[in-house]
């Protein structure tokens, strides 16, 4: 890997002098094009509305539909009062939520098929849905989306606000994932207690504070245009949660041990930078960029290692969020910043030769049909998260006029990385050895017995919390179709087994439907500019 980068260096010095007369060559170009466009827009304007440059075009029908389909399961998802739904078996949930501790936590979330409010990989799932409507809004707008994921987004974040009543505490978890699992019912009938729990300076979590940061950062950028009040609440919150996070480094697993067996996280090192460099984009102030750069890099910066984006790995995502900086808004940053940005940019490209396929560098955590595949357990989130960072470092590439990555000396283009994204979301939507679709209404074929509480128990079915077991062994599949719902995923060898009680490969979660979402997103449509935030 170091080999790769001084080779592309030493490149890059040898041909500085021919790269300088290509840009003033390239930007008397756009001048000239500019004043092109401005002018036949000028001269239009008494007809119809001009194109402007952003203009989505080449909208790919399934890719909209699937992306319908995929925005449509957080309405399965949500707790508290439901408004509008458009799930007509999902009803009021959760209702009483937070009320011990004077809040209303009734909004939020239930991560998969079970009904607990896990904080840590719903601010993820909050987070995802922010940068893609950040990058793609446009693309979401032209396929009449946009609605629907800003609705989502705020279904959280308002959740989030309520959960983090004071600086230093942080509810994390309502419901009690032990009782609830030996549980099978719909949200709507639930009766048992729901316990809350929290984080707070004696018992600090920096993980989940600080993805919560990232989630409410990434989120205030998003509703600046719409209510620029809750924007800056969005904001404060933010700022004070990363505070939180980094002034008491403790993993959330080693303060609350009992959550170890679900969603713990391996580390806080990449929480932090990503928060930080969500709070940069967010804020611009210039400390957020240093602690991402020169304070914490190297410690926590993970620049040598491959690793796979993830609701409890952000290091990958962290690389190319800053290499936007890099690519887009390097104005007024110091040199050693700017090198520091290079280097994250620098891993970003080791990441996107180990995904291009036929590289010599490929990863072979891939199936024999293509499919990014890492672990057995809810396989595709590796794949569409995998996918979602091609489609936008291409986009990256293409819009700062970057023609081409090396990859081992090898050159590959803008478009190689979108084709590698859509071989991902055509093998889940039936490019695949089954011939099936792994997104639940799409298609013909697709996983009828998807392990989901509300979904296989029928609507007017009354149980309690062990009767609706006989739902869980039905050997129907399930009454209530979990539209959009993305579920784990197939084994290596391309084979999946569809049955409820097999939550490794046929549990949906809100968190891969939302990298599904951000995917979609980039695919749906091509532009040629990505929007600045
Ligand atoms: C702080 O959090 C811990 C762990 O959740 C909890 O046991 C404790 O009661 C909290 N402290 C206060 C003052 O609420
Ligand atoms: C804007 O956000 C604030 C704070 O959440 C809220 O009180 C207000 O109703 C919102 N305004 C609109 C127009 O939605
Ligand atoms: C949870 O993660 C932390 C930090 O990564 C680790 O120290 C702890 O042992 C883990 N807990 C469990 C139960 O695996
Ligand atoms: C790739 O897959 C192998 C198993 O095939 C696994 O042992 C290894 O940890 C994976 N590598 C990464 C970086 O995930
Ligand atoms: C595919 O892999 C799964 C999980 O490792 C295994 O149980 C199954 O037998 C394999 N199927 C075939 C056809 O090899
Ligand atoms: C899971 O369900 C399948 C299909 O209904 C059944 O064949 C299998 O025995 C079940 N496995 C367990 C562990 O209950």
């Known amino acids: 890997m170091e080999q790769r980068i001084s080779e592309s260096n030493t490149k890059h010095y040898g041909t500085a002098l021919c ?22 827009n000028f001269h239009h304007h008494s007809h119809s509305h001009s194109h402007s440059p952003q203009q989505p075009s080449n909208i790919v029908p399934k890719y909209a539909s699937s992306l319908q389909l995929a925005l449509q399961f957080f309405d399965v998802q949500k707790s508290g009062k439901v408004q509008n739904n458009r799930v007509w078996w999902r ?43 950040l990058e793609y809004g446009h693309h979401m707008d032209a396929v009449n989306q946009l609605d629907y994921a800003l609705d989502s987004l705020n279904w959280i974040t308002d959740y989030l606000v309520n959960a983090h009543p004071f600086a230093d505490v942080l509810y994390i978890q309502v419901g009690d994932p032990e009782v609830d699992h030996n549980c099978w019912e719909r949200p709507e009938d639930m009766t048992e207690k729901r316990p809350l729990t929290q984080i707070n300076s004696s018992f600090p979590g920096t993980e989940v504070a600080a993805e919560t940061a990232a989630a409410l950062a990434s989120a205030s950028l998003v509703f600046k245009d719409i209510n620029l009040t809750y924007s800056e609440i969005l904001l404060e919150h933010a700022q004070q949660l990363f505070t939180f996070a980094d002034t008491y480094k403790v993993s959330y697993g080693v303060s609350i041990p009992q959550i170890g067996k679900f969603y713990n996280s391996s580390g806080y090192d990449d929480e932090l930078l990503w928060a930080g460099s969500w709070l940069y984009h967010a804020t611009k102030d210039p400390s957020y960029l240093t602690y991402v750069t020169e304070k914490n890099e190297n410690e926590f910066g ?17 690389q190319v969020l800053l290499s936007r900086v890099n690519f887009f808004d390097v104005r007024g940053i110091s040199d050693e910043e700017n090198l520091d940005l290079q280097k994250y940019r620098e891993a970003t490209e080791i990441l996107m030769c180990k995904l291009l396929p036929d590289s010599q560098t490929a990863t072979t955590n891939r199936t024999k049909s293509g499919l990014i ?22 986009d990256y590439m293409l819009t700062s006029q970057t023609e081409f990555l090396y990859c081992s000396g090898k050159m590959y283009k803008p478009v190689d990385l979108r084709k590698f994204a859509i071989s991902q979301v055509e093998y889940v939507l039936g490019e ?7 997104v639940v209404g799409y298609g013909n074929e697709y996983p009828k017995y998807t392990h989901h509480r509300g979904s296989s128990i029928p609507f007017d079915a009354k149980t309690g919390c062990r009767d609706g077991f006989k739902w869980y062994d039905s050997p129907q599949p399930n009454p209530n179709v979990a539209f959009g719902a993305l579920v784990g995923g197939p084994f290596f060898n391309d084979t999946y087994n569809d049955f409820r009680n097999n939550s490794m490969q046929a549990e949906p979660t809100t968190y891969s439907n939302a990298l599904l979402v951000a995917l979609l997103s980039g695919l749906v449509a091509t532009s040629n500019v990505v929007l600045s935030f």
């Open 302 to 318: 993970s620049l040598g290692s491959l690793s796979w984006f993830s609701w409890d790995d952000k290091h990958a995502a962290t």
């Open 19 to 40: 790269w300088w007369l290509t840009v003033s060559i390239v930007a008397i170009l756009v001048v000239c094009a500019g004043l092109f466009t401005i002018l036949t």
């Open 432 to 438: 695949n050895p089954m011939r099936m679709s792994f």
């Open 373 to 394: 595949w890492v672990v057995p357990w809810n396989s595709l989130q590796h794949s569409v998260a995998s996918a979602f960072l091609a489609v936008l470092y291409s």
């Open 91 to 133: 009803g009021d949930s959760g209702l009483r939520d937070g009320i011990e501790a004077n809040l209303d936590l009734s909004k939020g979330m239930y991560d998969a098929g079970d009904l607990i409010k896990f904080g840590f990989p719903m601010a993820f799932t909050a987070t995802v849905l922010s940068w893609a409507i």
